[in-house]
Each structure stands twice: as C-alpha cells, then as structure tokens.
C-alpha cells in the first residue's frame, strides 16, 4: 500500500491538470483553434527554458550516472524492436502500423517523466533526469522518423532527421544547460529568476493544453489499437 500511494501522489496531480484543460475546453475558455498554437508555444518557447534550468545547477561530479544512460538506451531500443514485431503480428494496415509501433516504445518522458520524478524526489533532483532528455529524446525522434517513414514506403532522409534533432528545443535546452553546469557558468539573479519563472509555468501549461486536446469520440471507430496498445505500454513494458 505505501508504493500505491507513492505511485498515486505521483500521478494524480498530473491527472488533475489533464482534467483541468479539458474543462476549460468544454467551457470554451479555451478555443479548438488555439490548442496548436497554445502547444507550439510551449514546446518552443517554456519547455527549453524548463531543461536548461534542470540542468543550470547540476553537479556533474556527483550525481551523473552513466549506467542510467546506458539503461535507458538498451531498454528504449528493446522495447522497440518487441513493439515493431507485435506490430507486425497484429495489425495488418502499415499506416496503423506505425502509429501503433510509436504508441508503444514512445513514452512522453518530458511531459510525464519529468512530474513524477519530481513529485517522488523533489524538483532539486531533476538534474540527471533532464540530461535523459538529451538521449532519450533524439532517440525517440530518430526512430519514429524511421518507423514513419518505412511503413509509408518512402525513403529515409538522414539530413532531414539529422536537422530535426539539432533544432529541437528541448535538445538546445539541455545542451546549454549541460554547458552551463560543465564550465559552472553562473547567470545574474534576475536571470535566474526568469529562466525559473519560465521553468515552473512549463509542465502546468502543457498539462492543460495536453487535456484540452483530449477526443473521446474516436474511440469506439479504434478500440481493437487503443486497448492492444495501453496493455502494452501500461502493463508489459513497465
């Protein structure tokens, strides 16, 4: 009982701000023609603010782990390997194919890893979590542009993912803040102060945007994938 608890004081908040977004919508204090512009807002604009600050102050010397980084490589590349030949097994369509593929190795590690790291250990202990971001994040990215690409029949264009990853936001923000913390650059407080501000606004932000998005009405036409993929990724893969 004390790890259910843990794990609901975790998540629950996150529940609750998805939950918020989609009340602000059904009460259309947030117009469906925003919601894309709102996201790109936050993606572009708050989350690289919230990577660099996670960072900004983490002791490389004494809390980098290697081996976690190595963990989640081989984990992220086994899960896939198991979701592509699931996949193929079960669905016969490529175009869901792919979509299945990605709803099952691809976590949202940003918007919900970072959370509940942080409501488990406290925000003073996303410094390693962060710099995942940095790995995990372009590998998410490489293999989706693949899976995509592949099951489309088209061919892959190395340049364009290459590109894709050096103008990702969230991989800008973690690199300047792993620059800052490896050179221990120290900003001025008010700098401080904003980059925080910005970091703090971050998650609630995209929480709501994300339960603003929130479609109920498809999944009758998809519930063989929805529940195939939710016993995968909620049940198997953890």
Sequence with gaps: MPNFFVALYAVL????????GFTVRKMKVIEEAHLPV??????????????????YAFDLSADFN????????????????LSVGF????????????????????????????????????????????????????MYNILAVITLEVFRGKT??????????ATNPLIIGSLAGILAAVFGLKLPDIAESVISDMASAATPLALIVLGASFRFSSIKQYRKNL?????????IVP
């Design 38 to 55: 709102l996201n790109k807002i936050v993606f572009n604009v708050f989350f690289p603010f919230l990577m660099f600050n996670n960072i």
């Design 13 to 20: 908040p996150m529940f609750i701000m998805l939950a918020i």
């Design 87 to 138: 996949s193929l097994i079960f669905e016969k369509s490529n175009k869901s194919r792919g979509a299945m593929i990605q709803a099952i190795y691809r976590s949202n590690f940003v918007l919900m890893g970072l959370p509940i790291v942080g409501n488990i250990f406290g925000s003073g202990r996303l410094g390693m979590t962060s710099m995942l971001v940095t790995v995990i994040v372009p």
């Design 227 to 235: 529940i195939a993929v939710i016993i995968a990724r909620l049940i």
């Design 156 to 165: 892959i264009k190395i340049a364009k993912i290459l590109k894709g990853i």
């Design 66 to 81: 290697a081996s976690l980084l190595l963990y989640a490589v081989i984990a992220v590349a086994v899960i896939y390997a």
